[in-house]
């Protein structure tokens, strides 16, 4: 048996870390000394010990470690999810390394066209967008299509709304599924868009919206307060402003 501090020094973890994952259920100890309060683990924990810190190194957060822990989601699931995150945010530090003095032109097609937003039925996270970043919002999403077991059916996207009201402004991250159903599944569908392609990278798409508040301002076009980012697999991005 180890005291609390023994085991951590053999686990080389910190003993704050082992407190908490005492609270959080993960790793409580085998004995508990009635008489002095101490807490001795057994040599056999030093396995689960070594699995929490593996996770938690990949970046499993507690509350994921313990959905795993209480089999309520596979480890594969979860890490899977995690890597579709870590690859997206690569791909955005990838984005933002390329430098460029000149700026980019949208790519081909940057003068706006008119289509509707496709109907497609979605998985979806709400989130405000000061509190969450994409990839993080989207991690989320394909664990809980992996979970159901539901191969998404488009890329994923973002419904941004109330864009004239400075506290309503929200975000909501959207998986498209197919015909599944279920209470976090929506409808989403715009009949009219201004709709712009464009190519140079996810870091960058802030150029495409200013494009399109260029185009509706020659043309006196009014457009109402939602805006929608398809994220593409080739770092294209399909942004769509709905129409008023």
Known sequence: MYTRGQFAIVG???RKALRIWDEEGLLSPSYVNEENGYNYYDESQLITLEKIKR?????LSIY???????GKCSEKELIDSKLREMDLNLQEIRSLAVSDDKEKEAGPGATPDICSFERCRCLYVDENVDLENLGISVGKLYEKASIRGIKPSGSHFVIYKNLSDEEGLSMRTCLPVGDHMGEDTIEVFEEKCLHLRFTEGFSK???AHILIKEYTDENRIS???RVYEVYNKDMSVDVYHALA
């Open 205 to 207: 798409v802030a150029r």
């Open 12 to 14: 080389k973890v910190g």
């Open 64 to 70: 994921e470690i313990k959905q795993i822990f209480d």
């Open 55 to 59: 996770l938690r190194k990949i970046g």
């Open 223 to 225: 457009c109402a307060d």
